[in-house]
C-alpha cells in the first residue's frame, strides 16, 4: 500500500492533481468525465489519476446528477446496484446534510485487494467534508482502475460527524 497525503514529498505530483480538479470544477457539465480522462493521461502515479476521477465523479454527486453519477462509475459499481436503486440510495444518503461544501482529502491508498471486492487496482480516498450547519461527514470513495486504464468510482460511503484520522 502507498500513502499519499496533503502536502506530502510528492508535490509535483499533487500539484498536477490539483490543476486537474481546477480543469474539473471550471469544465461545463459534458466536460467533467472528459477531463478527468484527459488528466489520467498526463499525471503518473495512480492516486492522482483516481483522485481526478472521484473529484468528477464527486461534482455530479453535488450537482443532483446521480443518474449520470451511476453511468459513470465503474462496472463493478454498476452489477452492484440497479440506477433507479442508487438514485434512491444516494438521495436518501446525503439529504440530511446537503449541501456539501468544501472537502478536504486526508488519505489516499493504493492497494490491489479490498475486503468482499474482487482483485484489482483501488485507491482508497478518505475526505473531510463541510456540510450543512456547520457540521462535517467522513466521505470515502473508492475508485477502481478499469480495463481500459480508467479509472471509475466502484463505492461511496458518508459517515456522519466521524473525523477521519490522518495516516502518519
Given at each position: ?31 467533467a ?14 492516486e ?67 475486503p ?45 460527524n466521524?473525523?477521519?484520522p490522518?495516516?502518519?
Open positions: 500500500m502507498r500513502f499519499l497525503r496533503a502536502g506530502d514529498a510528492r508535490g509535483s505530483v499533487a500539484l498536477t492533481g490539483m490543476a486537474a480538479l481546477a480543469l474539473l470544477l471550471t469544465a461545463g457539465p459534458g466536460r468525465q472528459e477531463t478527468a480522462d484527459e488528466a489520467q493521461e498526463t499525471a503518473a502515479s495512480p492522482v489519476l483516481a483522485r481526478a476521477a472521484a473529484d468528477a465523479w464527486l461534482h455530479l454527486l453535488d450537482t443532483g446528477r446521480f443518474s449520470e453519477s451511476w453511468e459513470s462509475a465503474a462496472a463493478l459499481f454498476k452489477e452492484a446496484v440497479a440506477k433507479e436503486a442508487w438514485e434512491q440510495q444516494a438521495v436518501s444518503a446525503r439529504a440530511p446534510f446537503e449541501p456539501f461544501g468544501e472537502r478536504q482529502l486526508l488519505n489516499a491508498v493504493y492497494t490491489s485487494s479490498l468482499n471486492a474482487p482483485p484489482g487496482e483501488y485507491v482508497v480516498l478518505q475526505y473531510q467534508t463541510a456540510v450543512s450547519e456547520g457540521r462535517s461527514v467522513a466521505e470515502t470513495v473508492v475508485p477502481m482502475k478499469q480495463d481500459d486504464g480508467s479509472w471509475r468510482v466502484s463505492g461511496y460511503f458518508v459517515k456522519p466521524q473525523a477521519v490522518r495516516r502518519d
